[in-house]
């Protein structure tokens, strides 16, 4: 695949912050630096963070499968075809901002 990557490997990369107790900071930020900074800041709080938020509840982590990662994401963008599910994504998005907002500025300063 070369230097080109998929969103969908964007998003594997992205639910590792997540799901480690020592997070690779480089390494999302290797994948992540490949988009645009406002398209990764996107994809982090409306679709990833949407469907790994409750795995920083545990007091374990575990990884997500990548499949079920991608499926979890594509049901979470049929809410974007409603004007109740974007306001629903909207809001919620904004909670995630302010929750993971340490994680999403020590990634952000790598890119």
């Known amino acids: 695949m070369g230097n080109i990557l998929s969103k ?15 997070i690779d900071y480089d390494y999302i930020a290797s994948v992540a630096k490949l988009f645009p900074i406002e398209s990764v800041e996107y994809a982090l709080f409306n679709y990833v963070a949407p469907v790994c938020y409750y795995n920083t509840v545990t007091s374990f982590c575990i990884s997500f499968d990548k499949d079920d990662l991608i499926s979890n994401i594509n049901r979470v963008k049929q809410n974007e075809n409603s004007f109740f ?23 952000k300063n790598l890119l």
């Open 8 to 22: 969908e490997e964007l998003y594997v990369a992205l639910s590792d912050l997540f799901a480690a107790d020592q």
């Open 85 to 107: 599910g974007r306001m629903k994504m909207y809001f919620f998005s904004k909670y995630l901002q302010l929750k993971f907002n340490h994680e999403w500025k020590t990634l």
